[in-house]
T-cell receptor, first 111, second 119 residues
Framework: RKEVEQDPGPFNVPEGATVAFNCTYS??????FFWYRQDCRKEPKLLMS???SGNEDGRFTAQLNRASQYISLLIRDSKLSDSATYLC????????????FGTGTRLQVFP | DGGITQSPKYLFRKEGQNVTLSCEQN?????MYWYRQDPGQGLRLIYY???????QKGDIAEGYSVSREKKESFPLTVTSAQKNPTAFYLC??????????????????FGPGTRLTVL
């Protein structure tokens, strides 16, 4: 089993739709979780850190489910500009700074 | 403006040559990282450094070398021993260091990347 796993997609959704991605992680002791957005041939950019209580930033909501060991990203009212690859990243244990990335989920929003 | 810079943006290398990729940050971050990304794959950690004059191997360090003589700089050398060097190389940094107990200390921010092609 991979340490961090994502469905590669693509997820093709119309503008205005709500879409959700999940990301599973293998180590129950994992402490820090992140969602990054990566546009084609660009660097990943931090979208959100994921907190235990869940957090929201405008149309984006991130949640953590420790019991089932996954994090989720919900995008409401999708825009064409949301088309990108969404990478989840996890620091698997407290005593390391090593961030393990999933392979990413591709989102394509169409008119 | 504060940030992370990488140069060059594109780099072409002949087989058998060593090449050095630059990464500089003016964010006063203690920790710096090098990743490699291949098409359709996630980022894989090559080397990382939590403090000046110290660095550790990541998951795919073979064929690479680094130095951390200054806090701001973390250059990566791709040696001729690296069998498949063509890839997108990303440098990142985080606050790290003595603030690592803070949640935001481990958040990593990326430079724009260098695309290396071996001819």
């Amino acid at each position: 089993r991979k340490e961090v796993e994502q469905d590669p997609g693509p997820f093709n959704v119309p503008e205005g739709a709500t879409v959700a991605f999940n990301c599973t992680y293998s180590n129950s002791a994992s402490q820090s979780f992140f969602w990054y957005r990566q546009d084609c041939r660009k660097e990943p950019k931090l979208l959100m850190s994921v907190y235990s209580s869940g957090n929201e930033d405008g149309r984006f909501t991130a949640q953590l489910n420790r019991a089932s060991q996954y994090i989720s990203l919900l995008i409401r009212d999708s825009k064409l500009s949301d088309s990108a690859t969404y990478l989840c990243a996890v620091i698997l244990s407290y005593n390391t700074d090593k961030l393990i990335f999933g392979t990413g989920t591709r989102l394509q929003v169409f008119p | 403006d504060g940030g992370i810079t990488q140069s060059p943006k594109y780099l072409f290398r002949k087989e058998g040559q060593n090449v050095t990729l630059s990464c500089e940050q003016n964010l006063n971050h203690d920790a710096m990282y090098w990743y490699r990304q291949d098409p359709g794959q996630g980022l894989r950690l090559i080397y990382y450094s939590q403090i000046v004059n110290d660095f550790q191997k990541g998951d795919i360090a073979e064929g690479y070398s680094v130095s951390r003589e200054k806090k701001e700089s973390f250059p990566l050398t791709v040696t001729s021993a690296q069998k498949n060097p063509t890839a997108f190389y990303l440098c990142a940094s985080s606050i790290g260091g003595s603030l690592r107990e803070a949640r935001r200390a481990d958040t990593q921010y990326f430079g724009p990347g260098t695309r290396l092609t071996v001819l």
